[in-house]
């Protein structure tokens, strides 16, 4: 074996485990004719999430009456067929503008959702941000399901759109 080749396989033996171990990160941003109050007000209703965010399956404890950072909430995320029992935790909450959640799910996966509302001339821009982890969503499977759920999160802006604007 060439030192030329030996040192790309060095190479990709030492880059690959910081590569595998990245959570994925899918972000889509949409300018709506929707007043920023009204968007936050939607985006930041917990009851009405699963009418719009196409992976959120539903809640499995019951919703806070007012959100604040740290409160625990347990859900069911979903894509593609698959489904995990979630346990999210709110990390921000900034009203009227962003509200950010993390979550743990079976077998060590990890998720991350945030939800932004700025002010825009002709109404608001509304950002949707979601984070896959953890050892399931390892290596090349991971890629796969960013891929997947790329697509639902375009559908579920698409969905808050047709509802809200």
């Not at 889509?28 to 719009?52: K, V, Y």
């Not at 959100?67 to 900034?94: L, Q, S, Y």
Request: hydrophobic content about 45%; proline content about 5%; some cysteine.
């Amino acid at each position: 074996m060439s030192q030329d080749l030996a040192a790309t396989n060095l190479k990709r033996a030492v880059v690959a485990p910081v590569i595998i171990r990245a959570m994925a990160k899918l972000q889509l941003t949409r300018e709506l004719s929707l007043s920023p109050d009204d968007a936050w007000a939607h985006a930041s209703d917990l009851g009405s999430l699963g009418d719009w965010l196409v992976m959120h399956e539903g809640w499995r404890s019951d919703l806070p009456d007012e959100i604040t950072v740290g409160t625990r909430i347990v859900g069911v995320a979903g894509a593609k067929g698959m489904r995990n029992r979630v346990t999210w935790t709110v990390k921000r909450f900034d009203p009227p503008s962003q509200l950010e959640v993390i979550g743990s799910g079976v077998g060590g996966t990890r998720y991350g959702l945030a939800m932004k509302v700025t002010p825009t001339a002709n109404g608001c821009a509304f950002a949707v941000t979601l984070d896959l982890g953890g050892p399931p969503l390892f290596g090349p499977i991971g890629a796969v399901a960013a891929r997947a759920v790329k697509g639902d999160i375009e559908r579920s802006v698409q969905q808050f759109e047709k509802l809200y604007a």
